[in-house]
């Protein structure tokens, strides 16, 4: 068997230090959207939904913990199929972005949807960023070296 038949297999499609990154910085940001929605005057309670009353414990529950839980397992998965992290990646936002409907339409007031609606997209963007195929460019450069023979001389060697 030559060193060109052997599979090639992907130490780390992302850095999962990156997960851990955005996912306490989304906590952050949509921590402080919660609390200056509250300055403006948002009620931040709803009519339906799985809440009546957004606190802001359930803020930090519902942000940091999906990020975190499925960027492992994006992660895990990534490293047997680097092509998965591309759609996990377009998932998350499209689920992000979708979901925006839930408090624009249970909301009592506005101010209170706009605020929730803004902290999924900053969870949308967040995912985005923690999920990109950022080892890339090494991934590509370790499978490139997986074809090359272990010595450079070997073939000139014994055409002599």
């Not at 906590?27 to 802001?56: I, K, P, T």
């Amino acid at each position: 068997m030559s060193a060109y038949a052997m599979p090639v297999r992907y130490r780390m499609p992302f850095n999962f230090a990156q997960v851990i990154i955005a996912a306490f910085g989304a906590a952050v940001l949509c921590g402080f959207v919660f609390f200056v929605s509250e300055a403006a005057g948002a009620s931040m309670r709803f009519s339906g939904g799985l809440f009546q009353n957004l606190d802001f414990i359930h803020i930090l529950r519902f942000t940091a913990p999906p990020i975190l839980i499925l960027g492992l397992l994006t992660f895990v998965i990534g490293r047997a199929a680097p092509r998965f992290c591309r759609i996990a990646q377009w998932l998350g936002v499209a689920v992000a972005v979708v979901s925006i409907i839930v408090p624009i339409l249970f909301a009592e007031d506005v101010l209170s949807g706009i605020a929730l609606a803004l902290m999924h997209l900053i969870v949308g963007a967040s995912w985005y960023l923690a999920v990109n195929n950022s080892n890339k460019k090494y991934n590509d450069k370790e499978a490139a070296q997986a074809l090359v023979p272990a010595t450079a001389s070997h073939y000139g060697a014994t055409r002599r």
